[in-house]
């Protein structure tokens, strides 16, 4: 099992940046595909982008490609989605979730997550 808590978000303007940290607990964190997700106000939770947990591929939402990249750092047991150019209607609470050996494909897969860290971008 494994536990999550997301950080780095926050109030930023259009075009700006932010990087979003996901600290996941325990000693198989490379096990692992990694994958964020988020909640607009009225919306449902959509699929934002996923690691392999082979850390060999990694897929994006079309909506985010160009602009984000997920990216893991073993050694601190850590995901980050860094986020670039963002735009206003990626405001959103952005969720990092996990996947057991999952190749961060199969949506259904990721059976934990963090709490949420709220990401609002003006324009």
């Known amino acids: 099992q494994v536990q999550l808590v997301e950080s780095g978000g926050g109030l930023v303007q259009a075009g700006g940046s932010l990087r979003l940290s996901c600290a996941a607990s325990?000693?198989?964190?490379?096990?692992?595909?990694m994958g964020w997700f988020r909640r607009a106000p009225g919306k449902e939770r959509e699929f934002v982008a996923a690691m392999s947990w082979k850390g060999d591929s990694t897929y994006y939402t079309d909506s985010v490609k160009g602009r984000f990249t997920i990216s893991r750092d073993i050694a601190k047991n850590t995901a980050y989605l860094q986020m670039n150019n963002l735009k206003p209607e990626d405001t959103a609470v952005y969720y990092c979730?996990?996947?057991?050996w999952g190749s961060g494909t199969y949506i259904g897969g990721f059976d934990y997550w963090g709490q949420g860290t709220q990401v609002t971008v003006s324009s």
């Open positions: 325990g000693r198989t964190f490379s096990t692992y595909a």
């Open positions: 979730a996990a996947d057991k």
